[in-house]
């Protein structure tokens, strides 16, 4: 649309480059905005000016934070000795969602992987070491996901943390609650039944 | 989350209220914008501010626009007499991406409604009715959505435009380009069939 405000037009192609947006939810989305623009257009820029300027690694595990140790780390509560090892933020938020942990996590910022040269150095795995020996850690749960990468790490990690006391454990795998059999994948199915326990 | 930070949450609640972007979507794209902090984040917060302190509306059709007169009222390639009814900004978006049409539009900003007690003064009627006298259009094009609001509102315009001398016509209805009949609803193939033409 050559006859479209400019500035319009960059606010629709910058939001397009979301995830779950393209140009069509964008412009859809520019509409509404425009529509609340008291009410919705300027917080929403506020809160993403706010967030850009404050945002940052927490010191202690990597969680994404407004604070120099972010909100999990800083609770008290959580201080139980149990160490949640995740791949990512994401994945981290997917744990807190779900609730059953109420431990404290470490992100490594990723995986090892050969093919990208990612060592331990590039992740978090020295301040992980660090913490598990200084922190009176008693059980590390590794929580990285189902991938070549994934596990690779999961064995780097454990063979790195022989010998320091901790318990290591890794989240169970099996068939999903609610999910169907029919439509599972031939490694689950496997890993559910080598793992069946007594009914 | 209770030991989330406040900001991202926050964040996360104002971006779920778009459309087409639910709580689930809204955390993924925070993630995503949290990972490109300066070249997406602060970027989005900046056209927002800019569009929500900017955006009007043109003075002479209703339209959406950065400048008192929208870029299509000021294009004087577009000073065709021909003149575009559409109910909101939405459908004028859509007109354009069809690209079809090269004159100027006149933006209602909704339909008549009994129910809603929308009434021609709420509408930007008046103003069409005034354009039409004094601006030497020739052509008044209505194109409403086709429903009982929207040729309601054709119908009011059109006796009210009687006498002008300006030509009115309406969008065609029909079978779309690429529709295949077994999944047209009865009411466009009964409209196709009144409109046949020859072959």
Redesign the interface.
């Known amino acids: 649309?050559s006859?479209?405000?400019?500035?319009?037009e960059?606010?629709i192609e910058?939001?397009a480059?979301?995830?779950?947006?393209g140009p069509r939810?964008a412009?859809?989305?520019?509409?509404?905005?425009?529509r609340k623009?008291?009410a919705?257009?300027?917080?929403?820029?506020?809160?993403?000016?706010?967030?850009?300027e404050?945002?940052r690694d927490c010191l202690a595990c990597g969680n994404?934070?407004?604070?120099e140790i972010?909100?999990?780390c800083s609770?008290p509560e959580?201080a139980t000795g149990e160490l949640c090892v995740v791949e990512d933020?994401?994945d981290l938020?997917a744990m807190?969602?779900a609730g059953g942990f109420r431990g404290r996590y470490h992100v490594l910022g990723g995986t090892l992987s050969a093919l990208d040269a990612i060592g331990p150095d590039e992740l978090r795995i020295p301040q992980l070491l660090r913490r598990v020996r200084e922190e009176g850690i008693t059980e590390v749960i590794l929580a990285l996901n189902a991938t070549v990468d994934g596990q690779t790490t999961a064995h780097y990690i454990a063979e790195a943390l022989a010998g320091t006391g901790a318990t290591l454990t890794s989240l169970a795998q099996g068939v999903p609650i609610g999910g169907e059999l029919d439509y599972l994948d031939d490694g689950t199915i496997t890993a559910a039944l080598r793992a069946r326990r007594r009914f």
């Open positions: 649309m006859d479209s405000p400019r500035e319009i960059a606010l910058t939001l480059r979301l995830p779950g947006l939810s412009r859809r989305a520019v509409l509404h905005l425009l623009r008291g919705l257009m300027l917080p929403l820029a506020d809160a993403l000016r706010l967030v850009a404050t945002a994404v934070s407004t604070s972010c909100p999990i609770n959580r933020v994401a938020w807190e969602r």
